[in-house]
T-cell receptor
Framework: ETGVTQTPRHLVMGMTNKKSLKCEQHLGHNAMYWYKQSAKKPLELMFVYSLEERVENNSVPSRFSPECPNSSHLFLHLHTLQPEDSALYLC??????????????FGPGTRLTVL | GQNIDQPTEMTATEGAIVQINCTYQTSGFNGLFWYQQHAGEAPTFLSYNVLDGLEEKGRFSSFLSRSKGYSYLLLKELQMKDSASYLCAVTDSNYQLIWGAGTKLIIKP
């Protein structure tokens, strides 16, 4: 247990569905991250929130929409996804407002399959 | 472009020593991380190096040479539970974290 939880752990959705991924951290951190992990590829940083403000958006398609209502919760809203979006989506948190020398604590991920 | 290279897969024997290498070409350098990720689980932090040299933590050690753009993770007295992927990540001059694709380590009895 890393102190970061994600739900659901597995999700299968059609290309026309709308779903949301949820992340919650119980560590008192003030920065949260969404990553995409595909097989045999590097982790891709999608979004960073520091002190509940989005500070990073790495050219992610608009079909992915993040939401950070408070420093403990992070959502990733999904709509009209493509099969190539199938991957493991990892949430992470860190202290220090996202300072890069602080280790990140990861959740177990949501395995997403888009049919 | 920015690049992190590490071997895709390595195999080692229980009780032995293994060294996992990571080379990087990034725009600047502000530290290097190693994370461990067991199959189906979250990555967990192992080490952070920002100065040249060797950092030792129990059975695991991490080495950095900034002039060579090179790091390695050394695992001693290998145990079956060390079977996992090991991720190398570098913070560049813009404080972006650049990740390698990971090295899958297989431990055999």
């Amino acid at each position: 247990e890393t102190g970061v939880t994600q739900t659901p752990r597995h999700l299968v959705m059609g290309m026309t569905n709308k779903k949301s991924l949820k992340c919650e951290q119980h560590l008192g951190h003030n920065a949260m991250y969404w990553y995409k992990q595909s097989a045999k590829k590097p982790l891709e940083l999608m979004f960073v929130y520091s002190l509940e403000e989005r500070v990073e958006n790495n050219s992610v398609p608009s079909r992915f929409s993040p939401e950070c209502p408070n420093s403990s919760h992070l959502f990733l809203h999904l709509h009209t996804l493509q099969p190539e979006d199938s991957a493991l989506y990892l949430c992470a948190s860190s202290q220090g407002g996202g300072d890069p020398w602080n280790e990140q604590f990861f959740g177990p991920g949501t395995r997403l399959t888009v049919l | 472009g920015q690049n992190i290279d590490q071997p895709t897969e390595m195999t080692a024997t229980e009780g032995a020593i293994v060294q996992i290498n990571c080379t990087y070409q990034t725009s600047g350098f502000n530290g290097l991380f190693w994370y461990q990720q067991h199959a189906g689980e979250a990555p967990t932090f192992l080490s952070y190096n920002v100065l040249d040299g060797l950092e030792e933590k129990g059975r695991f050690s991490s080495f950095l040479s900034r002039s060579k753009g090179y790091s390695y993770l050394l695992l001693k007295e290998l145990q079956m539970k060390d079977s996992a992927s090991y991720l190398c990540a570098v913070t560049d001059s813009n404080y972006q974290l650049i990740w390698g694709a990971g090295t899958k380590l297989i431990i055999k009895p």
